[in-house]
T-cell receptor, first 116, second 113 residues
Framework: GAGVSQTPSNKVTEKGKYVELRCDPI?????LYWYRQSLGQGPEFLIY????????DSGLPNDRFFAVRPEGSVSTLKIQRTERGDSAVYLC??????????????FGPGTRLTVL | KNQVEQSPQSLIILEGKNCTLQ??????????LRWYKQDTGRGPVSLTI?????NTKSNGRYTATLDADTKQSSLHITASQLSDSASYIC????????????FGDGTTLTVKP
């Protein structure tokens, strides 16, 4: 594909519901990242994958958040029992690798999540 | 704790003018520093990358500087255009965990005609 794509672009849900956000990285990129961005702030790291495994999930705020990347390509961020404080833009990025200086992250347009 | 502080928080300039955005960081051990441009409703796009040995790097009308001793970077925009209106985010990576970068909160630049 031409770039990183994320679906849906917008998601409105009710407090307590379960949501899934999808990310399609650039073909051939082994590393994939999830961030959360609130208005007026920079992206906040959540988790990153190297291949199929989560290399660092230290940014996930609690056990309601979970992410998978079963085949090393598409990733899904899952949020259980959503709370109003989860409302934010969720950004996904991918890079060729994750250890090198030149491993630039390419970002998707984000999914805007609103919890009512 | 690794931190990135950016200033000013927001800036308004007239089209054609120059401006400079600042970034101070405490990330250690330092690997690299990137400046990203984020248009409203879009994901960030990389403008420049600076490594430890580099002092200055240009990308068209954007020039980034790095002082690794004082842990400061700046992004200078010359002859601003309306399309430069965006948030500019400074991102610093540590060599011990390159996959987990530290992002600043950005400077929101508005260029007015």
């Amino acid at each position: 594909g031409a770039g990183v794509s994320q679906t849906p672009s917008n998601k409105v849900t009710e407090k307590g519901k379960y949501v899934e956000l999808r990310c399609d990285p650039i073909s051939g990129h082994t590393a994939l990242y999830w961030y959360r961005q609130s208005l007026g702030q920079g992206p906040e790291f959540l988790i990153y994958f190297q291949g199929t495994g989560a290399a660092d999930d230290s940014g996930l705020p609690n056990d309601r958040f979970f992410a998978v990347r079963p085949e090393g390509s598409v990733s899904t961020l899952k949020i259980q029992r959503t709370e109003r404080g989860d409302s934010a833009v969720y950004l996904c990025a991918s890079s060729l690798g994750a250890g090198g200086i030149w491993d630039e992250q390419f970002f998707g347009p984000g999914t805007r999540l609103t919890v009512l | 704790k690794n931190q990135v502080e950016q200033s000013p928080q927001s800036l308004i300039i007239l089209e054609g003018k120059n401006c400079t955005l600042q970034c101070n960081y405490t990330v250690s051990p330092f690997s690299n520093l990137r400046w990203y441009k984020q248009d409203t409703g879009r994901g960030p796009v990389s403008l420049t990358i600076m490594t430890f040995s580099e002092n200055t790097k240009s990308n068209g009308r954007y020039t980034a500087t790095l002082d690794a001793d004082t842990k400061q970077s700046s992004l200078h925009i010359t002859a601003s255009q309306l399309s430069d209106s965006a948030s500019y985010i400074c991102v610093v990576s540590a060599s011990t965990n390159a996959g987990k970068s530290t992002f600043g909160d950005g400077t929101t630049l508005t260029v007015k005609p």
